[in-house]
């Protein structure tokens, strides 16, 4: 067999760079055209209600200053409901601060003018058509302010709130909107005709005034806090977090009596969401172990390998078998008050069991020697009960961890194993969570990479569901089911867990054979129907037993991955633990493999080459869409591998872009890979796998639900068709906007879109998330000479911040009947050698 170092990743070659042509909006919405024909009664209707919602607040205001409640900052909040799926900055223009996007056409803004008298000429100017005065159309009422109620508060804060108690005390997370009613203006586009240095110009004038718009958010902010610090410490309210700063908002953990929490949430008008802190619990350990010690001889790390952070419960950094990996002047408590970092979770620890299984991702050998892979930073977030105490913030946590670890330090590290997470699902399927958020914006701000836990599924929950008759693994479909945060967050590489056995006896098997979806791992799909878990991993499953009418899980050692321990009491390594906690650092190995190869390419590309090397389990086995849908949302993208991740082979090629590349708004980038001519030839039919997968980031907002509002920019791709040529495909690209002689798509598993005919998976889209990974089978005499990958920038809130991609493309022989590396490695290193890569490509004017 050929050595894979002669196997080594290729560059991608991009070929043009230019404005795309994109398909326009959809037909107008027929509730805003009926009321712009109707303005007297609909304009008469929203007047009514302003004056109602204005006269609700004076009585409001006049009741809590005969109480002697504390001064509140001026501003009226309500809940609105518009046009769906229009840009909710319309509302600016009429006077309000929008202050969060909740349900589809639902937004939560807020008034500094407490009579509304802006808004009600507003609507007179509406009423008497006066020019430019539609907007008023696009609000479709004002809702009661119990409404907002709702939609603000988590589902458990809500239920309670009619009987909550002035004197008992909160521990919430609060989320507060500062972007005011400063728009950020809109990136200018060149004109036909216009000259580069006029347009320059005018684009230089567009990013100052883009500067200064954004930092009144930022001062707008600081002021907010000051007048929050006031009104909390009348209530005797304690900060249990400082104040973290996100995009347009900031949040922090508060603990308060029932009194203050009524009247902050009630009057306070910049809240957009209230939660009650998360209960993160990790999985619990047995108390005894069996197995036997071995003799081995370990080295430390070589000098240039990556360094992984390990947040977790602390580690026992003393360790025999891990002791040389460890940066102990790098070891860090996050507890307050807490300066021990070593993990002191009863029988055999939590943050030493997953860091065992970074360093020895497959097997922990016996004798002989072994050199370590790679270097770890202990964080440790966990209590010796394996929680997270209500003092600890796992928002600052992310802040202060990314910032310390990837900023302020000689020796940066790229990789974070985040083996932690809720006990149960996210249920906030609106916007994302203040702990998931923050991983996205650390992702985008400092270029790292959270490989996080999908979450477990507890014991009390299966056999509730079992006993219910849902056995396994049809309980699976259900939502408490689902992800646990932070495991949506889009940035995040999402890691659920796999059966390692086919364990079975007489009394008990295995819920699930080898490469199943483990009995407790959580599943998708994410929020806004991404696909999550991105990948899986072999963290073990439960046994059950056959029968009885009880119901037992148990961990007998066969379905336990086998994990270093915290020694003594007990020996060194067992199986026996099961959890996504450590399917996790299988893939964190995986990444740091990545990383020891391309040492200088971003993060982005790490995320992209392990979801690239990812595979369902059994792959040559047809699936109807069902079940490929059923498969997607358990397991993801399929079990990656470090071979195919870091390698190839004689029958393999992967291309891609060993940088991170950035796209902005209208921007389209087209790449095109030459095909040799042994696979395109006209009567061959070699079967051919062709993986695509684009990993992007861009910078979030959290008061924004949808991608589209989330990101400052959002990314998707596009491929060449069936037979479809370059020439042809940059037409459509840059001057059509669609297929010119379609002559069919290939088969992909998802599609560029969801619904019938996109893909074969019809649910869901993927372009849905930031890790985007499709794959198609082709018979090699449908590619043409060259096959061409379009990278597309589109409008999100904020086209100054630009979003940064990554991406890879393999082709696969995967009879191994036709080697492809070789002709295609020549051909593109022949192509890049020839041409300019960068050509402007601009559309016809005129």
């Not at 104040?243 to 009247?263: A, H, P, V």
């Not at 910032?403 to 149960?424: A, G, L, Q």
């Not at 940088?659 to 902005?664: K, N």
Request: with cysteine; aromatic share 8%.
């Amino acid at each position: 067999m050929a050595n894979p170092n002669n196997f080594m990743h290729l560059p991608l070659p991009l070929k043009h760079r230019g404005k795309p042509k994109l398909r326009g909006r959809g037909s107008p919405n027929q509730q805003t055209a009926q009321n712009e024909a109707n303005r007297t009664s609909h304009g008469a209707h929203i007047k009514q209600r302003a004056g109602e919602l204005s006269r609700f607040w004076s009585e409001r205001r006049d009741e809590r200053m005969q109480m002697g409640l504390p001064d509140i900052q001026h501003g009226i909040p309500f809940l609105l409901e518009i046009e769906p799926d229009s840009d909710v900055d319309f509302l600016r223009g009429l006077g309000f601060e929008i202050i969060c996007e909740v349900d589809s056409g639902f937004i939560v803004v807020a008034s500094k003018d407490a009579d509304l008298s802006a808004f009600i000429e507003k609507i007179d100017k509406f009423i008497a058509n006066a020019p430019k005065s539609g907007s008023p159309a696009k609000i479709y009422t004002m809702c009661a302010d119990e409404d907002r109620l709702h939609r603000i508060l988590s589902g458990k804060l809500y239920a309670g709130w009619a009987n909550l108690n002035d004197d008992d005390l909160f521990c919430v997370d609060v989320g507060v909107s500062c972007s005011g009613t400063t728009p950020l203006p809109n990136q200018p586009t060149q004109n036909t005709n216009e000259t580069d240095e006029n347009y320059n110009s005018r684009y230089n004038e567009w990013q100052q005034k883009f500067n200064e718009a954004y930092q009144k958010w930022d001062d707008l902010a600081s002021e907010r806090q000051e007048r929050i610090i006031e009104f909390v410490t009348v209530y005797g309210g304690e900060f249990l977090s400082g104040f973290i700063e996100e995009t347009d908002s900031f949040s922090f953990r508060l603990n308060i009596s029932g009194k203050g929490l009524r009247d902050f949430v009630l009057n306070y008008p910049y809240i957009f969401e209230v939660s009650e802190i998360p209960d993160v619990q990790m999985e619990s350990s047995p108390t005894e172990s069996s197995a036997e010690d071995s003799t081995i001889e370990i080295f430390a790390p070589e000098d240039d390998a990556p360094i992984v952070c390990v947040i977790d419960s602390g580690i026992q950094e003393a360790h025999k078998y891990i002791a040389q990996a460890i940066i102990t002047s790098d070891s860090l408590s996050l507890i307050p008050n807490v300066a021990d970092v070593a993990d002191n979770v009863p029988g055999g620890g939590h943050g030493t069991r997953v860091t065992g299984a970074i360093l020895y991702p497959n097997e922990i050998i016996r004798s002989g020697t072994y050199r370590l892979p790679l270097f770890i930073r202990n964080v440790k977030v966990l209590d010796s009960s394996n929680s997270m105490p209500a003092d600890v913030n796992p928002s600052q946590i992310v802040e202060t961890v990314a910032k310390r670890f990837s900023e302020d330090t000689e020796r940066p590290s790229k990789i974070y194993n985040h083996s932690i997470c809720e006990r149960v699902s996210f249920t906030n399927l609106k916007y994302m969570s203040f702990w998931a958020s923050q991983i996205d914006l650390q992702s985008y701000e400092k270029d790292v990479l959270f490989v996080q836990a999908a979450g477990n599924i507890t014991h009390e929950i299966i056999s509730a569901f079992i006993k219910a008759g849902q056995p396994y693994p049809d309980y699976l479909g259900n939502e408490l089911t689902r992800l646990a945060s932070p495991a949506q967050s889009l940035q995040a590489i999402t890691v659920g867990s796999v059966s390692i056995s086919d364990y079975e006896t007489d009394d008990m098997v295995t819920m699930g054979t080898s490469g199943q979806i483990a009995s407790f791992s959580r599943v998708g799909p994410g929020i806004w129907d991404t696909i999550k878990p991105d990948v899986v991993e072999y963290g073990g499953t439960y046994a059950i037993n056959k029968a009885g009418v009880d119901v037992r899980l148990t961990t007998p050692p066969e379905v336990c991955p086998e994990l270093i321990r915290r020694s003594p009491p007990g020996i060194a390594f067992d199986r026996d633990n099961v959890g996504t906690s450590f399917a996790v650092p299988k893939v964190t190995n995986i990444a740091a493999e990545i990383e020891r190869i391309l040492p200088n390419s971003p993060a982005l590309l790490y995320r992209a080459l392990i979801a690239q090397s990812a595979r369902w389990m059994e792959p040559t086995k047809e699936r109807t869409s069902q079940e490929c849908e059923n498969m997607l949302r358990k397991v993801g993208f399929g079990v990656p591998d470090v071979e195919r991740a870091t390698h190839n082979n004689e029958y393999r090629v992967t291309l891609l872009t060993p940088s991170a590349i950035e796209i902005g708004v209208n921007e389209a980038h087209v790449y095109s890979i030459q095909i040799p001519d042994e696979l395109s030839v006209v009567g061959e039919d070699f079967d051919i796998l062709v993986e695509v997968t684009l990993s992007y980031t861009a910078k979030p907002r959290r008061t924004r639900r949808h991608i589209r509002g989330y990101l400052s920019t959002w990314v998707d791709w596009i491929a060449s068709k069936n037979n479809e040529n370059s020439e042809i495909f940059t037409r459509r690209i840059f001057d059509e906007g669609r297929a010119i002689d379609d002559s069919g798509n290939f088969k992909w598993m998802l599609g560029e879109s969801r619904g019938p005919g996109r893909g074969l998976i019809s649910n869901f889209s993927r372009k849905q998330g930031t890790l985007q990974k499709d794959w198609c089978i082709v018979k090699s005499n449908q590619l043409t000479d060259e096959f061409c990958i379009g990278v597309r920038g589109h409008k999100g809130w904020g086209s100054l911040f630009k979003a940064k991609y990554t991406l890879a493309v393999s082709f696969e022989a995967i009879n191994q009947d036709i080697p492809i590396y070789e002709p295609v490695r020549i051909l593109n290193e022949i192509e890049i050698e020839n041409r300019e890569i960068n050509v402007e490509i601009e559309r016809p004017k005129g």
